[in-house]
């Protein structure tokens, strides 16, 4: 009897070692894809960073900076109130004169309208973060519990998509990023490239012009100005050269803010969408695969395969709820990039007409931005489409296994998942719409449209 129990325990406690050993293969597999370098993912971290947001905090313990917050904040609204009386100033001469103005005002207005949405979603954002790179909805499924024959062929391949995913979103990110740069470097080295063709080709004079059009507010105190021009000349436009020769490193700190705060702000906050949504259609597509073999012979064996599709639909529950909290944290402020980029595609329009008239020295710098604000929108209509394709082709996966030649239990979750998955995965934008490629079409559609009618009323 003795002999009995001891066999009975040794026995359990042998299936309970093999079920631990089994759970950490998955587990281990995570860790090692956790600690891989994601060069996407720690720049869109740093991004946020740099602007008081901290994303990332089991890796930077300290709490944002809400110095540098405040900071940025006042730069930039004394930004944009510099612009702002730039357009009052020029109201009545014509809308040429003051567009590039109005591009800046929407563009660094919706970059505080970002800054100061995801402050208040802070906690939201580092857990998505956090289960995105940590492959939290992967763990504790319960897949490697069951008693697979090659358990490795599946982990191999489940991991392989999971780091080809991962490869995807780095190209995606850092594209981006070059793309963002563009404008900005356009914005700093401009007024130093018309300095040269003005002193020495032109010859005409030697004045070193403003980045873009703005009038910042000043006191005149007898001979004086304050703040002086030297310091209105460093907080409007970039001071790469002002900084390598030795002058002021503080006002070439505040200098740098503002196109700083413009490649952050539109880096950072996009590339995170881009992130989360790849990540969640690589989840799909891990979970497709599992779908696609749950009737294999070779990875599944008969009587494990109704446990094991419970465990697909433990993943497709906690793939929806992932989905719905991106969905909660980019819903409104989608709405609000796709107003604003509707008007800007539209000025944006409106001044490559013009630059056309003048001649076509311009037009290079003027598509520059151009293409970053196209970019920009189109940035969330792809990654939301891609989501919605994988969601799409899942529901068929589910009904395309030989689910009828297996048990009537295996049949009725088949058909509770298609009754589920039936609903595809989509991310609306604000509630009025979703975002994909047909709405792309209609955001140009429409910008197409005000650009025309702008320009009637001008001619006019």
């Known amino acids: 009897m003795l002999n009995l129990k001891s066999n009975v325990v040794s026995r359990f406690a042998a299936e309970a070692d093999a079920m631990r050993v089994s759970r950490d293969l998955l587990d281990q597999e995570l860790e090692r894809i956790d600690k891989l370098p994601k060069l996407g993912l720690l ?43 730039f357009i009052k100033e020029n109201y009545m001469i014509s809308f040429e004169a003051y567009v590039e103005a109005v591009l800046l005002t929407f563009q660094l207005s919706v970059g505080v309208v970002k800054m100061f949405h995801f402050q208040s979603k802070v906690e939201s954002c580092s857990q ?52 963002v740069c563009m404008p900005v470097l356009y914005y700093t080295m401009r007024p130093y490239f018309q300095y040269i063709y003005d002193c020495y080709i032109v010859k005409d004079t030697c004045e070193m012009t403003l980045t873009y059009p703005a009038i910042v507010p000043f006191v005149q105190l007898g001979k004086y100005e304050f703040p002086s021009y030297v310091i209105r000349f460093f907080l409007l436009q970039s001071g790469p050269i002002w900084c390598f020769f030795g002058k002021s490193i503080i006002f070439f700190f505040f200098t740098k803010i503002n196109f700083l705060f413009f490649c952050l702000a539109v880096f950072g906050f996009n590339s995170l969408f881009v992130v989360l949504t790849r990540y969640e259609s690589g989840l799909i597509k891990v979970l497709r695969f599992l779908v696609q073999n749950s009737t294999s012979d070779f990875l599944v064996p008969q009587d494990q395969r109704v446990k094991y599709l419970q465990c697909c639909v433990k993943l497709f529950a906690r793939i929806s709820r992932h989905h719905y ?51 920009e929108i189109s940035l969330y209509n792809l990654s939301a489409q891609k989501v919605e394709t994988q969601s799409e082709l899942l529901f068929y996966d589910w009904y395309n296994c030989d689910w009828y030649n297996e048990s009537k239990e295996f049949k009725f979750m088949i058909k509770l998942m298609l009754l589920f998955s039936r609903r595809t995965l989509n991310l609306s934008v ?28 001008n001619n006019k």
């Open 128 to 179: 998505l973060v956090f289960s995105t790179e940590s492959g939290e909805v992967l763990k504790s499924l319960g897949l490697f519990d069951l008693e697979m024959p090659r358990k490795k062929e599946l982990l191999r391949s489940l991991s392989l998509i999971l780091i080809n995913n991962w490869m995807i979103i780095d190209k995606q990110v850092m594209f981006f990023f070059k793309i």
């Open 43 to 85: 720049w869109v971290e740093y991004s946020a960073y740099c602007l008081g947001v901290n994303i990332a905090p089991r890796k930077r313990s300290s709490e944002y900076c809400r110095l540098t917050r405040i900071a940025v904040l006042i730069v930039n609204l004394s930004i944009i109130y510099s612009l702002v009386a």
């Open 430 to 457: 604000g509630g009025f719409s979703n975002l994909s490629h047909k709405f792309l079409v209609q955001v140009f559609r429409l910008s197409a449209n005000f650009f025309l009618l702008l320009r009637n009323m």
């Open 325 to 375: 909290q991106i969905e909660n944290l980019f819903k409104y402020i989608i709405l609000v990039q796709c107003s604003v980029s509707s008007i800007l595609i539209c000025m944006l329009l409106y001044k490559i007409s013009t630059v056309l008239e003048v001649g076509w020295v311009w037009m290079g710098m003027i598509m520059v931005y151009f293409v970053t604000i196209a970019l």
